[in-house]
């Protein structure tokens, strides 16, 4: 009868030595970005979604650089100083600042 208590005892005792041992912590890498690097997109202007080719080109000008369309439906960018704007058809899909180098 003193067999099965000991191995009672000792698997209690290894499960709970497994449980109270330390765990590897997890390693992350953190990013910093200087604060006069950050841009919030709401204060930047910015085309807003649906708007058209025509009403982009009025309100900002020819682009720097246009590609596409590509795909289906059809993809352009239109590449400007500082943000890309990307149309489907003939509707902006969305508008991003580009990163300062």
């Not at 067999?3 to 109270?20: E, F, I, M, N, Q």
């Not at 910093?32 to 009025?58: H, Y």
């Not at 990307?86 to 509707?91: A, G, L, N, P």
């Amino acid at each position: 009868m003193k067999k099965p208590v000991t191995r009672l005892l000792s698997a209690v005792t290894t499960v709970v030595a497994l449980g109270l041992s330390p765990v590897s912590p997890t390693m992350a890498d953190e990013v910093k970005i200087p604060v006069g690097s950050q841009a919030e997109r709401s204060q930047a202007d910015l085309p807003r979604t649906g708007m058209t080719q025509g009403n982009v080109r009025k309100a900002w000008g020819d682009p720097q650089q246009t590609r596409g369309p590509v795909g289906t439906p059809p993809i352009s960018q239109w590449h400007y100083d500082g943000f890309v704007v990307y149309f489907e058809d003939d509707r902006v899909i969305h508008a991003v600042l580009k990163r300062n180098r």
